[in-house]
């Protein structure tokens, strides 16, 4: 076969694979489609997901009114040359995190709290701008069980050990069995454990450890 051939032979076999791309092309392009149709439900379903945030977000609007009524109500009693205005540093962020927690009781009531005791000329040097950092860090289950235990003052909390024998020791089989994620109302009980470590961990709570 002369050189001539060869190259009649290979611009001839490339001329048949570009004559089959089409077919690909168009098996791609159908593949797009259905990519771009299923992200286009995810989408419409993150949407969806995202909805009620609208809702839940309270604008300027409503953060006054609630905390006009809220405050109000815990400064009812004390007399007005002694209502300031509060500390910046304080109540900024404190009204700015009701924008995303209000919409949970727990949670807004202790920035209520902050707000007026920021407040009270009597109390506002206690009004720490640290304490809105703590309040972000909680959850409304753990602002249940904080009120709670400001009413209680003490629960009982244990860890189930099996002891081994011997000089072997023994192992935790279970951790902060406890009924105050029940007597507090938490909508997520099971996480319990969880809260008072957190609370604990924010130095809200002191667990003691050992023996009575």
């Known amino acids: 076969m002369t050189n001539d051939s060869k190259v009649e032979g290979a611009i001839n076999a490339v001329s048949g694979l570009i004559d089959k791309v089409p077919i690909y092309e168009d098996a791609i392009q159908l593949l797009a489609q259905e990519a771009g149709r299923a992200l286009a439900t995810v989408g419409k379903t993150v949407n969806a997901a995202l909805m009620p945030l609208r809702g839940l977000v309270w604008g300027m609007e409503q953060i006054e009114a609630y905390v ?3 405050v109000s109500k815990k400064l009812e009693n004390v007399p007005p040359e002694d209502i300031g205005t509060p500390d910046p540093a304080v109540a900024g962020p404190a009204i700015e995190s009701l924008r995303f927690t209000g919409h949970k009781e727990e949670l807004a009531e202790l920035y209520a709290n902050l707000l007026a ?7 506002a040097k206690t009004a720490h701008p640290g304490f809105v950092e703590i309040i972000r860090s909680m959850s409304g289950d753990e602002a249940k069980i904080l009120s709670f235990l400001a009413i209680a003052k003490a629960a009982p909390v244990v860890d189930i050990r099996q002891d081994l024998g011997g000089s072997k020791g023994g192992v935790t089989l279970h951790s902060y069995v406890t009924t105050i994620g029940h007597d507090s109302g938490c909508d997520h009980r099971e996480l319990t454990g969880a809260y008072l470590r957190n609370l ?4 809200l709570i002191d667990i003691p450890r050992g023996n009575p």
């Open 68 to 70: 006009q009524a809220k």
């Open 117 to 123: 005791t920021s407040m009270d000329k009597k109390t």
């Open 200 to 203: 604990e961990r924010l130095g």
